[in-house]
């Protein structure tokens, strides 16, 4: 193997760089990071799958969805929901696009 490999540097928005219109990537970008943000409080906290869900107001089924990162079945607006009701403060900050 004597072939040079080319390497690109990520956008750091893996949907934007796989190449997703910047709306939706930048949406995906936000639904992916609250769902692993709703996971880890989950695992940190010690309960069972079926305590969470109905501590967050989804059904059994729902949640694993959630835990398997099924993004396509989650809005924004859904997960925004999910995650204060775990107790988690949400913050947005808007910047200038580079």
Do not use: C, W
């Given at each position: 193997?004597?072939?040079?490999?080319?390497?690109?540097?990520?956008?750091g928005?893996?949907?934007?760089?796989?190449?997703?219109?910047?709306?939706?990537?930048?949406?995906?970008?936000?639904?992916?990071?609250?769902?692993?943000?709703?996971?880890?409080?989950?695992?940190?906290?010690?309960?069972?799958?079926?305590?969470?869900?109905?501590?967050?107001?989804?059904?059994?089924?729902?949640?694993?969805?959630?835990?398997?990162?099924?993004?396509?079945?989650?809005?924004?607006?859904?997960?925004?929901?999910?995650?204060?009701?775990?107790?988690?403060?949400?913050?947005?900050?808007?910047?200038?696009?580079a």
């Open positions: 193997m004597t072939e040079r490999l080319k390497i690109e540097r990520g956008s928005n893996v949907f934007h760089d796989i190449g997703f219109p910047p709306e939706e990537a930048e949406n995906l970008k936000l639904r992916a990071d609250l769902m692993m943000h709703i996971e880890d409080y989950y695992k940190k906290s010690g309960t069972t799958q079926a305590a969470m869900a109905k501590r967050l107001g989804l059904t059994t089924p729902r949640f694993n969805a959630l835990l398997k990162g099924k993004i396509g079945l989650f809005s924004l607006d859904a997960l925004v929901n999910i995650a204060v009701r775990a107790g988690l403060r949400i913050e947005l900050r808007v910047k200038k696009a």
